[in-house]
């Protein structure tokens, strides 16, 4: 069974920047799309962004287009989301996932109710 693990977390200000890295185990990492979500204090899951198998297929939620880029890179077995300019809402919990993503790229949605530990991400001043 495949296991996601989320780190780079962390305190910045308004209009920082910080990367996260999703790291897997499991020999299908490589087969998998694989997005990230949002747990804001007292919301539900958010996905914020996904990316394919083939890495040209991605989504963004709308409020994070043009600020935050999703990559990956299988022989690391590893999701990154570099995210910029970013901005108090983009506080929460990141937790990355399975997930469902048509070729469109309009939608992404996980692929089970089950979460690992995530990481903090806190935009203040």
């Known amino acids: 069974q495949s296991q996601l693990v989320e780190s780079g977390g962390g305190l910045v200000q308004p209009g920082g920047s910080l990367r996260l890295s999703c790291t897997g185990s499991?020999?299908?990492?490589?087969?998998?799309?694989i997005g990230w979500f949002r747990r804001a204090p007292g919301k539900e899951h958010t996905g914020v962004s996904c990316?394919?198998?083939?890495?040209?297929?991605?989504y963004y939620a709308d409020s994070v287009k043009g600020r935050f880029t999703v990559s990956r890179d299988d022989a690391k077995k590893t999701i990154y989301l570099q995210m910029d300019r970013l901005e108090p809402e983009d506080t929460g919990i990141y937790y990355c996932?399975?997930?469902?993503?048509?070729?469109?790229?309009?939608?992404?949605?996980?692929?089970?109710?089950?979460w690992g530990q995530g990481t903090q991400v806190t935009v203040s001043s």
């Open positions: 990316i394919s198998v083939n890495p040209s297929i991605t």
């Open positions: 996932a399975f997930v469902s993503l048509p070729s469109h790229g309009r939608s992404c949605s996980a692929s089970s109710d089950s």
């Open positions: 499991g020999w299908f990492f490589s087969y998998s799309a």
